[in-house]
C-alpha cells in the first residue's frame, strides 16, 4: 500500500486516482501512526514552502520521515520534492528536510511560474525504466531545484538547466507533477512501485 502525507496542502487526490488507476491501494494519511501498514510513502505539495514546512513538522511528519527512509521509498512530488532538499530561498531562507543536498531558488528569467510541458533528460535511475531521453512531463514551478552531482537523476532547462528528478538512497523527487503528465507519468508511478 503507498500511504499519501496529508499535512493540509497539496493535490492529495489527483496522486491518489493516478495510483488507484494503476490498481494500488493508497491511503490519504493525516497523522504518521496512519503510514505504519504503508510500504512507499509519497509527499505531494503546491503552495508555500514556509508553510508547508511548518505543517509537516506541526503534524510530526518530519521526525517520521527520518525514521522510514531508512527501509521505505519516498517520493516527494514538485513543491514535496523542494522539501527534501536542505533550504529555499522562497520569501526568505527556510529550513527544508535536508534529504538530499541543494536548495530551492527562484527563477529569475521566463514567464514565471515556469507552465507546460517540458522534456527531461539525462534519465539515470530505475524510477525512468521504459521511458525515453527527452520524455515530455508536466511543470508547474516557480522555484527551481540546484543540487549536487550524482544526487540529481533527470534535468530539464527553462533558461537554464535545473534538476527534474533527485534521488539519495530511498528517496526521490520530481519536480513536475507525474500524475498530470499523461501516459509517461503513469509509467513513472508504476515504475515507482514496482520497481524502486
Known amino acids: 500500500m503507498t500511504g499519501i ?9 489527483s496522486v491518489q486516482k493516478a495510483f488507484e488507476y494503476l490498481g494500488e491501494r493508497c491511503a490519504v494519511c493525516s497523522e504518521p501512526k496512519e ?3 504503508c510500504s512507499r510513502l509519497v509527499l505531494p505539495g503546491v503552495g508555500s514552502f514556509a508553510a508547508g514546512m511548518r505543517n509537516l513538522c506541526g503534524k510530526g511528519f518530519e521526525k517520521y520521515l ?11 512530488i514538485c513543491l514535496g520534492m523542494q522539501f527534501l532538499l536542505e533550504e529555499s530561498d522562497e520569501e526568505g531562507v527556510h529550513r527544508g528536510l535536508g534529504l538530499v543536498s541543494g536548495h530551492a531558488e527562484r527563477f529569475t528569467q521566463g514567464k514565471i511560474p515556469h507552465t507546460g510541458w ?12 521504459d521511458l525515453p ?19 540529481a537523476i533527470a534535468t530539464c532547462e527553462y533558461h537554464t538547466e535545473f534538476a527534474a528528478a533527485v534521488n539519495k538512497g530511498h528517496v526521490y523527487g520530481v519536480q ?4 498530470k503528465s499523461g501516459e509517461v507519468g503513469l509509467q513513472l508511478l508504476s515504475n515507482f512501485i514496482g520497481k524502486i
Do not use: C, K
Not at 513536475?176 to 500524475?179: G, L, M, Q, R, V
Open 133 to 151: 531521453e527527452g520524455a515530455q512531463f508536466y511543470f508547474v514551478h516557480s522555484y527551481r531545484a540546484t543540487t549536487a552531482g550524482d544526487e
Open 118 to 129: 517540458n522534456a527531461v533528460y539525462g534519465l539515470r535511475s530505475p524510477l525512468f525504466a
Open 176 to 179: 513536475f507533477h507525474p500524475e
Open 66 to 76: 527520518r525514521q522510514r527512509i531508512a527501509d521505505t521509498p519516498l517520493l516527494g
Open 5 to 13: 502525507l496529508d499535512y493540509g496542502m497539496g493535490n492529495l487526490r
Open 35 to 37: 503510514l505504519n501498514g
